[in-house]
């Protein structure tokens, strides 16, 4: 008999061998245990396959089977939008999940889109007590990405990778060939793909990335051990005791509390964390609150005037006034997690995307993780009731969003020329906008688009001699950055071959028509600038920047449209000097708009960034805004 099964036994591992196949029973957790480096991920099980991505000491994937390749065993691994083949002898299996009625009932219940669900089913299965609790969004995910990927909002380290960084309008200074600096220097702006990997809650439904979304109130359940854990090796070490007595008084996570002074102070601390002495008295601000770069102060001036003010000159008084304002100013502001204190998508009284605690784009991912570490120090904790609040938009991709390019190369994919032998661009060329037209005689059979790229490690596609048809030809003009990332420039030609009809145009001869619309006094209505505009060949109409009719006042960022028939076929953005916020006005707030984009606090661009150039000279200075101060106190008449 024991011989039979041995030879069945040897017959099963030799068919598993022939098949190359091997299926696990279920979804499981699985975490990366390299002892140094990274883990590739393959886009096939073995090592002939190409390299799709890269996994850290610790990463928790979610194995969703298994592969041989000869004697090698591969998991076929997901990890947010990665999804390959990973060394199973690299990977440490733990829990699998079995099916869960109730379970998938509350999924249901709570509205976790499908796309979460992967993920959750894996943290059940591994820590049955956690509670998840899905946190419905009011904006879309599309609305809060375009608000937090503005230029200045969320930022990358400036030592990191090129293709993490933006060189969006505002975000880049092609005179000097630098990233523009912001939060007193060595930050940039983050590359809108970056925002969306991090804003993406489904990239960190794992054990670790899983702490950005815990509850921050107090709990009697942390302990010293775990702030020890998060202090090991740093300036702090000795503090616990302080810090657990102050979140306490608080209301606050004392493991959020010390996260957030090792997310900014790093091991050593700054000037702030270790005391900065100011009239003969050492002051400290553990938290970093109020270190902002002005024009006269650097941040760690700005920040000890700060913790000067509130008479935070201990380490205790810095620790107390902190918690206080942390638990006061976010976590009873409804930003009771780790990710909307980063990304703020809920209205607590301060509206959305206004109240942010941290700049750097990775802070949110990057306290989770010394969260983890501190509950692992805590005997049982992990398998306790934690409570955690993911968020949940409308609007989201079906899939996670890709992880940020790992290649090196930088995100340069626009153009310094782009031209039509023989005509004109409507509008004129200028490296951000992508969309032109432009009309050429009947009879014209072909013509000859030139495209040069602003960078050699860049490649265009779409130029060259382009044949016409008669009526629109649509040309698309599409450069990849050394990173990859895709810009697409459309030209839209009119005429050629069998056109019959004229060119849509529009003019004025009371406001200026160009590139975009501008000579407009505050005030006017709608009806009163299309009466002062002549369309030829088409029609014109007013909207918004989502495409909405204005029936009002005219203000900065609103769009006029040349239409032929139902179709655009161009769009000139309005631009009235002064209105800043595009609200149709001209009043302190425009300047404030303006003095913070000097400042480096926040950035302005397209029509509202022209609009606070008074001056028209293409340079936003202090000269702009003493403009705009004497426009609105009636010393000069509206600038046209």
Sequence with gaps: MRKILTVAVAFCLLFSLFCGVLTLSAEQLGIVSISSGTLNVRAGAGTGFAVIGSLQKNDTVTVRGSQKNGNDLWYEIEKGALRGFASAAYITLQTAYSPDADFESYLDAQGFPESYRAGLRALHAAYPNWVFAARHIVPSFGDALNAEARVGKNLVASSARTSWKSMDEGAYNWDTKQYVAFDSGGWVTAQREVVAYYMDPRNFLDDTGIFQFESLSFSASHTPDGVRQIFSGTFMSGMEEMFMQEARKAGVSVLH???????????????LGRGYVLDGVTYYNFFNIGAYKTADKSAIENGAAYARARGWDTPQKAIAGGAAQIGRGYINMEQNTLYLQKFDVVDGGNGYYNHQYMSNVTAAKSESNNMKKAYAECAGALQGALIFHIPVYTGMPDTACAAPQSKNGNNDNTLVGLSVAGYSLTPTF?????DYTLSVPEGVTAVTVAADKSDGGASVSGAGVIPLAGGETTVSVQVTAPSGLVRTYTLHIYGGSSAGGGVPSVGSSVYTVADCITGIAPGTTADTLLAGLTAQNGTVRLVTANGAAVTGNVATGQVLQLLSGDTVHAAFPIVIYGDVSGDGAVTSKDLLLA????LGITALSGAYLKAADSG???NLTSSDLL???????GITSPIL
């Excluded at 509390?257 to 000037?271: D, T, V």
């Design 257 to 271: 509390l010390a996260s957030r002074a090792r997310q900014e102070q790093g091991a050593n601390g700054n000037a």
């Design 430 to 434: 200028y490296r951000y906008t992508t």
């Design 595 to 598: 003095q913070k984009h000097i």
């Design 616 to 618: 028209k000279d293409g």
């Design 627 to 633: 403009r705009t101060q004497k426009q609105i106190l």
